[in-house]
């Protein structure tokens, strides 16, 4: 969701993929009425389609996450004002983690993952290595 805005665009598809141990692949898709580009919006999606298959017959290698049916955003406003607030929010966290670096501003899960040493389980350490490159 992070790109998606950085680069101006918004979604109407949210694709979740989960490779097992295996190599054999399973994927879902939810086509979306509007296109969207909040990071909370795209996750909830996610846990939605992770609901029908878990828990998983054989161990996961890969869970991938895919957006598509893009557009450019061009900056029309939501109807409802819940989602106008999380789009406004998701950008200022955007913008206050560009100007002061990575995760300044990051979700609980973030902070309770560095208490008890499980940082690299929600992809933070993969980030900061992506971001060193």
Request: a positive charge.
């Amino acid at each position: 969701a992070f790109r998606l805005r950085k680069k101006g665009l918004k979604s109407a598809n949210v694709c979740l993929g989960i490779r097992y141990g295996d190599f054999s692949f399973w994927e879902m898709r939810k086509q979306l009425g509007e296109h969207i580009n909040v990071t909370k919006t795209i996750y909830e999606i996610c846990i939605k389609l992770l609901q029908n298959i878990y828990p998983f017959e054989k161990p996961v290698r890969l869970i991938s996450v895919r957006l598509g049916s893009l557009k450019r955003d061009d900056g029309q406003e939501f109807i409802f004002d819940n989602m106008n607030r999380s789009e406004k929010l998701s950008k200022a966290v955007d913008a206050i983690n560009s100007e002061y670096g990575d995760f300044v501003i990051k979700p609980a899960s973030h902070l309770i993952a560095e208490k008890f040493g499980i940082k690299k389980n929600c992809g933070m350490a993969e980030r900061e290595k992506i971001n060193k490159v």
